[in-house]
């Protein structure tokens, strides 16, 4: 069993950044993909991006590349997602999640666990 918990959510102006953590219990984090997805309002979640168990590999939406950063801390068994330059259309509540996999993956239904989700505003 593994529970997310994530944090650093809030109200900022677009063009500022946000840095999202997501603290994962247990001694079994470092065998877990990550990925982050979010859900604005009257809209299906979506992916954002993943990290491979190792952290050798990320994945992000086309939206968010070049912009977001997903990294991660086996030691501190927590995943965060640096957001730089942030839109209004980013405004969602954003979720971590983990896969019982190596690699990551865009396709919500493969992770195992989720957390409660963090709300992130930017205003225009």
């Known amino acids: 069993q593994v529970q997310l918990v994530e944090s650093g959510g809030g109200l900022v102006q677009a063009g500022g950044s946000l840095r999202l953590s997501c603290a994962a219990s247990g001694r079994t984090f470092s065998t877990y993909a990550m990925g982050w997805f979010r859900q604005a309002p009257g809209k299906e979640r979506e992916f954002v991006a993943a990290?491979?168990?190792?952290?050798?590999?990320?994945y992000y939406t086309d939206s968010v590349k070049g912009r977001f950063t997903i990294s991660r801390d086996n030691a501190k068994n927590t995943v965060y997602l640096q957001m730089n330059s942030l839109k209004p259309e980013d405004t969602a509540v954003y979720y971590c999640a983990a896969r019982n996999y190596y690699s990551g993956t865009r396709y919500s239904d493969e992770y195992d666990y989720w957390g409660q989700g963090t709300q992130v505003t930017v205003s225009s």
């Open positions: 990290i491979s168990w190792s952290g050798s590999t990320t």
